[in-house]
């Protein structure tokens, strides 16, 4: 009974709720840098969730706090600042009118003719009335923006003092130590996954370290951020503590505790750079060097170092940066080691001006709010110049990202930002009283450079465990102009219990909202990885399709395709019905359907296939849809449901997403489905080539659209582009014209490099077309005898060695 009078009378205790609460609050920050960035940086869906949990909770925890204290004043322009934050994608995700849609979205136009009112679309797609051309990956982005203007607030109204500065820069230290730590390890000890528990589809883990995010240039810009707290945190000991003023008599328990964690901050820092040189990214080695260079002017400027350290130091780091830059180091986050040797390279290796350009092309052709946060996988295709096998999600440079799916608005806001941390620090900087200010600013003002140069040449601003730092660097930056500001005036103004009081509140709601918002993508995303896995898996399958000569295997590998097929198909279906606003599921739901039935046909008495079955139901001209379904279900059994299935998922793809190209063509296959009002192929046809000109699978379809209705010129062009385009398409393509076109007219109406022409040999011979062959063989040779170009002198003997095959194989032994 006594201990629950003494609980009643703490809690009636003002000042031990104010201490709980303010300790809940660190903790909550706490674990949003120690733990979001275990979940792969938060950069994927249940990652997202856990970010958006941490925060939401820690903002709990300071609704409470704030009862019990008084609160820092928000500065106005910071207030507008968030206000903005949340403002720019609610514009983008409510529906507006058509004109004022045209003049906000000028490309709308261009990008959506099918679209208008009187564009032929609208009667089966309806019309787009959003600025944003993804509305569901908008809300998710409203979200992720809930919680980071949560996580500034909390933090804002979190430091009361210098002291609470120093324990978030540790935190920072820590984390980045932590993260470094894991990476270094990993790289070391790796099994191909991430944390060697998670096997991440797109990549695996090796020499290259990533620690616990996707990619290395991630990692590595976590681990650099720590970068300006350790060197202040080892400077402060040597300089300040007891290592600087023991005497000669000997030492202390004090010195001991100094050298320990002297020695702690030196290890952290070895740590976090050689973390950061072995991400071998070529972005983080730059800002590396940069950022090194930058720590050591601002430290010597106060006296903690030395000038002469600072100029041996800036010639190591050069040094060091050259011998990595001659031996070719690059980026592997596409797998493989490229050189830096001249500008050519940076320009050449996965495209990286060109989606630079097409990202300023964007932003030109929309210029005032862009295209929705999120949409900038779908945005580019249709404004690439050059052909690039590389899906580029991101724009590989936050600034183009910020200017294409929020435009001018986004740029405005983004130059607010710049210039309030710009105004803070160099403020901060000037008004330093003592050298442990300027030191501690010092170490923010890096930890805020490092983002911001980073941020030039990647896009790490995304991910929730690169920018949450960032937020809390600004948010330390904020509190401790507005701390020095006090000061000199000699005020307590700085705490007011009247400012903005219904904001703690506002934020909590909306963070509830942001939780319920992303929990169905997070329950989604586990299927979704599922689906990936046995997508990679069929690859595999596939590609071994191409080379296995013996018939047993082929039946095997026949068994494991349809397996792998189906789970797919049953993983994706999870996926809708869990998160029906994801196009992209169910798009990739409508073309694995499409190739189930496909691969049904191979194996019927009524063989079928679905160019056949649209031709003959368009000559039937079927009065009505349900006619159409009823003469499907009666011909094709229960596979006909699979066109059903196929068609009603890719509309729903596109009422998610106007700018899937793959979707408008998986219409217009199945065109015969629809009533003769709403049955327009070639809009389709056109609207798909209008989002993505350059896609090799859309161009080989459109020529597949175009040979159906009799336009042979349109036929040949298109393919004539398409076989020219990196994709899976050419093989296809390949196999389709063997089957009816002698080999040298293939030769005379499509360019076919040397793969393709190895390919198509294979199927040649498959078909036992021996005068086929030998054109092609003796086209090998020839084209050998020409210059080599850019082959080098091994791919050069392998081609050679392939002709001599190709004339052996046909007992031409003088030519081999």
């Known amino acids: 009974m006594d201990r629950f009078r003494n609980l009643i009378a703490q809690l009636n205790d003002p000042h031990r709720v104010a201490q709980a609460t303010r300790r809940a609050v660190e903790v909550g920050v706490a674990l949003c840098v120690l733990l979001a960035p275990m979940a792969l940086g938060g950069r994927y869906e249940a990652g997202k969730l856990l970010y958006i949990g941490l925060v939401m909770g820690t903002c709990a925890a300071w609704l409470t706090c704030r009862r019990s204290s008084g609160e820092p004043r928000l500065p106005p322009a910071v207030f507008a600042v968030l206000a903005a934050v949340l403002a720019i994608p609610l514009v983008q995700i409510v529906p507006l009118p058509s004109g004022l849609l045209d003049q906000l979205s000028p490309a709308r136009a261009t990008l959506l003719p099918a679209w208008e009112a009187d564009g032929g679309l609208a009667g089966l797609l309806g019309q787009w009335r959003t600025l944003s051309y993804a509305t569901s990956e908008t809300r998710l982005g409203i979200a992720l923006a809930v919680a980071h203007v949560g996580l500034f607030l909390v933090a804002f109204h979190a430091i009361r003092d210098k002291q609470d500065v120093r324990r978030l820069l540790g935190l920072i230290a820590g984390g980045a130590v932590l993260m470094a730590a894991i990476g270094v ?198 404004f690439m110049s050059t052909p690039c096998e590389t899906e580029f999600t991101h724009a590989e440079s936050g600034y183009l990202q910020v200017a294409t799916e929020c435009g001018l608005a986004g740029i405005v806001l983004l130059v607010a930002v710049l210039a309030l941390l ?16 300027a030191a501690l600013w010092s170490a923010i003002i890096v930890g805020l450079a490092t983002c911001v140069l980073h941020g030039a040449v990647d896009f790490i601003w995304y991910v929730p465990a690169c920018l949450l730092v960032a937020i809390l660097l600004a948010a330390a930056a904020a509190r401790l102009h507005q701390l020095t500001a006090a000061a000199q005036a000699q005020t307590s103004a700085s705490h007011d219990h009247r400012s903005h009081g219904y904001l703690p509140a506002a934020v909590s709601l909306a963070l509830v909202w ?22 990679r898996a069929l690859d595999f399958v596939s590609q071994r399709q191409l080379t296995e000569p013996d018939e047993r295997a082929l039946r095997k590998l026949a068994d494991e395709r349809d397996y792998y097929l189906a789970s797919m198909v049953a993983e994706l279906r999870a996926v809708v019905a869990i998160r029906p606003d994801y196009s992209r599921a169910h798009e990739r739901l409508a073309s694995r359907c499409l190739q189930q039935f496909e691969l049904s046909r191979l194996y019927a008495e009524n ?190 003997a392998f081609r050679w060695r392939q002709a001599s095959a190709m004339q052996l194989s046909l007992d031409q032994v003088d030519a081999a």
């Open 514 to 535: 942001a939780v319920v918002a992303a929990i169905p993508a997070a329950r989604a995303a586990q299927h979704w990885d599922r689906y990936l896995q046995a997508n």
């Open 185 to 382: 390890v990993q790289s070391v000890l790796p099994n191909g996954k991430i944390l060697w528990v998670y096997d991440y589809a797109y990549r695996k883990t090796g020499a290259a370290a990533q620690g616990a995010f996707t990619t290395p240039n991630h990692f590595g810009h976590f681990v650099m951020l720590g970068l300006g707290p350790l060197a202040y945190f080892l400077l402060h000991t040597l300089k300040t503590g007891p290592l600087a003023t023991r005497s000669r008599s000997g030492q202390n328990a004090g010195t001991d505790q100094a050298k320990f964690l002297a020695a702690a901050c030196l290890a952290g820092l070895v740590v976090v750079l050689a973390a950061a040189v072995m991400s071998q990214s070529r972005g983080v080695l730059g800002t590396l060097v940069i950022a090194l260079a930058l720590c050591g002017l601002l430290f010597a400027r106060i006296g903690w170092l030395r000038w002469r350290q600072v100029a041996v130091g800036a010639i190591t780091a050069v040094v060091l940066a050259s011998i990595a830059v001659s031996l070719g180091y690059g980026s592997l986050e596409e797998g493989g080691t490229r050189d830096l040797n001249s500008i050519e390279d940076w320009q050449n290796d996965n495209g990286r001006f060109a989606i630079w350009a097409a990202n300023a092309r964007a932003f030109v052709a929309s210029p005032w709010i862009g295209y929705g946060i999120g949409t900038h996988r779908d945005v580019y295709h249709a």
């Open 422 to 437: 710009w105004l803070w620090c160099s403020a901060g900087l000037r008004s330093c009283s003592n050298p442990e200010d």
């Open 607 to 796: 063989a079928m296939t679905l160019p056949s079955i649209r031709e003959a139901a368009l000559a039937a001209e079927f009065p009505s849809e349900e006619e159409v379904r009823g003469w499907l279900n009666r011909a094709f059994d229960q596979n006909s449901r699979l066109l059903l299935l196929a068609h009603d998922h890719a509309r729903a793809a596109l009422r998610l997403d106007p700018l899937s190209a793959e979707a408008y063509m998986q219409l217009a296959q199945l065109d015969f489905l629809e009533s003769a009002a709403n049955r327009n192929t070639p809009l389709l046809t056109n609207q798909a080539m209008r989002v993505r000109p350059l896609d090799g699978a859309v161009l080989y379809e459109a020529g597949l659209q175009s040979h159906f209705a009799g336009d042979l010129e349109s036929w040949r062009e298109r393919w004539r582009k398409a076989i020219e385009l990196p994709g899976d398409h050419r093989y296809r393509m390949v196999s389709q014209m063997a089957c009816c076109l002698p080999a040298q007219v293939l030769l005379d109406e499509f360019p076919v490099d040397w793969k393709m022409q190895q390919f198509a040999y294979r199927t040649y011979e498959q078909a036992g077309d021996t005068e086929s062959l030998r054109v092609l063989a003796k086209h090998a040779t020839d084209s050998l005898a020409q210059p080599a170009g850019d082959l080098s002198p091994g791919e050069l």
